[in-house]
């Protein structure tokens, strides 16, 4: 027997470790051309971005490194030089 013990969301109980239920649903992110993304995967911008708060605008192909799936199908989370809590539309990116 495990003495390992998972937080259930759905239902807010603790719940052993093999018994917590599967996600309802998984979300599946799409890029602009129609690929499936996955937390890890490197994404390039198919164009130049304003980014809000930064002053900057990120340039047409530029590499995204290890992006993260924020749960929504049109959002992904991502990390840049100089530019905290970065988060991208799918609808601008092309996976790499």
Not at 18 to 30: K, L
Not at 34 to 53: M, P, S, Y
């Amino acid at each position: 027997m495990s003495d390992e013990y998972v937080y259930d969301e759905a239902s807010g109980e603790w719940v052993a470790g093999g018994d917590a239920p599967a996600p309802a649903t998984a979300v599946e992110v799409r890029d602009a051309v129609g690929n499936v993304l996955a937390d890890g995967d490197q994404v390039t911008l198919i164009k130049d971005l304003k980014v809000k708060g930064a002053g900057q605008t990120l340039k047409r192909g530029t590499l995204i490194k290890s992006i993260r799936l924020t749960g929504d199908e049109q959002e992904i989370d991502c990390k840049f030089d100089g530019i905290k809590g970065l988060v991208l539309r799918a609808e601008f990116v092309r996976k790499r």
